[in-house]
């Protein structure tokens, strides 16, 4: 299967566990990988025949920068479910979000969950 990569998508979110987390907020990074057939429009060279990354960016922004979550597990759940109910070429989305922030207690790099989400055959989302 063919991808679509969108990588480092900086945002300021406010998602944690800690009150101070949701009231100030932070930076996030976000990596998406849409997997899609691009043959059509390698061919066409028509931007109608693929998966438009300037709206794929803006849901993602969308939900990073609004209504908070607790866990970043929620921000990726709530990235791929947008990404496979609103883009329908889209057979799989595999998302990363990147707290570099974390509140652990010491110093870190950032703190990851990866996921991945694929359409059902049937055209449903299979989560």
Do not use: C
């Not at 849901?59 to 990073?64: E, H």
């Amino acid at each position: 299967m063919d991808r679509i990569e969108l990588r480092g998508l900086r945002f300021h979110g406010r998602h944690g566990v800690e009150a101070w987390e949701r009231r100030v907020g932070q930076p996030f990074l976000v990596d998406v990988v849409l997997h899609v057939d691009l043959a059509r429009p390698g061919r066409s060279d028509a931007i109608a025949d693929t998966v438009n990354y300037a709206e794929v960016y803006r849901a993602i922004q969308a939900i990073v920068e609004g209504r908070p979550a607790r866990l970043i597990e929620r921000v990726a759940e709530r990235v791929a479910a947008e990404v496979l109910a609103g883009f329908p070429a889209v057979a799989g989305v595999a998302v990363a979000v990147h707290k570099p922030h974390a509140a652990l207690g010491g110093p870190i790099d950032h703190v990851a969950v990866h996921i991945e989400r694929w359409r059902r055959p049937d055209g449903g989302d299979a989560g």
